[in-house]
């Protein structure tokens, strides 16, 4: 299968209609026992440790570097010093 139109063409066909059936029917399992709360918790951590990985692979002090961005912008209450 080439192109979306062989696709199609072979998914909406009778003939296949058993070989669907099938596919669709695992899927469906496969979606039971992997779509847990645990499963999709475990995989929301997995994507969290993979971004980081990535965030200290772009910037080594990116973590310093947005602990003093929040400390400058969470200070409002700087004052002229007139000495």
């Not at 695992?26 to 709360?37: D, G, I, L």
């Not at 990535?54 to 969470?74: A, M, P, S, T, V």
Request: glycine share 2%; hydrophobic share 40%.
């Amino acid at each position: 299968m080439e192109n979306l139109t062989d696709t199609v063409e072979f998914v909406l066909s009778t003939k296949n209609a058993p070989r669907m059936q099938t596919i669709v029917g695992r899927a469906n399992e496969w979606c039971r026992k992997s779509m847990t709360q645990t499963a999709l918790a475990s995989a929301a951590i997995t994507s969290f440790e993979h971004y980081l990985d990535l965030l200290f692979q772009y910037d080594k002090n990116w973590k310093e570097n947005l602990i003093y961005r929040q400390i400058i912008q969470n200070t409002n209450d700087l004052v002229q010093c007139d000495i």
